[in-house]
């Protein structure tokens, strides 16, 4: 069962635009939810998160909003760059379990 | 100066065979991880160890063997090979009360023939 799902594979957006890359999740038992940015060739990397008991983090240009009672998690981009192109991963984290469940990734292209 | 580093990048093999995948990390973080990136790209936590300790184990077939000399290095090793052992392998490492940010090396494709 596919417990996080990011059911957009692309997005293509103008640079300058809002990126607005969207994660659903099936259970409530996790404590963080995560977006990573992955190049090709390359591991993920951490962009930010937001714990469980908010429902808003900004951090420069990205922003993470979470609605629990939708069991939905979105990430903004503003304004897009061209190196913002990359796949993007939501994750989750259940801190009693001690793991992180991955999405399966959004492919972001910023168009000059 | 690579924060999670391993080796090697690409590996070719066929079935049957032993590898070694090695990890190391200079963060001096607690945990550490094995992912596998599948063909439908979905990253799948295999184990992760707390200061050399086995922490996860996710249901993965015992040829797969992790193994943590101290807590700077995971290694993973596999026995006879097969064909469906072939993906992308992620080390990653994250720390102590903050195990929710993890820190990913490079990757290493495997692929088996």
Known sequence: DQQVKQNSPSLSVQEGRISIL????????????????????????????I????????????????????????LHIVPSQPGDSAVYFCA???????????GDGTTLTVKP | ?????????????Q?????SIKCEQNLGH??????????????????????????????????????SPDKAHLNLHINSLELGDSAVYFCASSLRDRDHEQYFGPGTRLTVT
């Open chain 1, 22 to 49: 969207n994660c659903d999740y099936t259970n409530s038992m996790f404590d963080y939810f995560l977006w990573y940015k992955k190049y090709p060739a390359e591991g993920p990397t951490f962009l930010i998160s």
């Open chain 1, 51 to 74: 714990s469980s008991i908010k429902d808003k983090n900004e951090d420069g240009r990205f922003t993470v909003f979470l609605n629990k009672s939708a069991k939905h998690l979105s």
């Open chain 1, 92 to 102: 989750v984290y259940n801190t009693n379990a001690g793991k992180s469940t991955f």
């Open chain 2, 1 to 13: 100066d690579t924060a999670v580093s391993q080796t090697p990048k690409y590996l070719v093999t």
């Open chain 2, 15 to 19: 079935m049957g065979n032993d590898k």
């Open chain 2, 30 to 67: 607690d945990t550490m991880y094995w992912y596998k990136q599948d063909s439908k790209k979905f990253l799948k936590i295999m184990f992760s160890y707390n200061n050399k300790e086995l922490i996860i184990n996710e249901t993965v077939p015992n040829r797969f063997s992790p193994k």
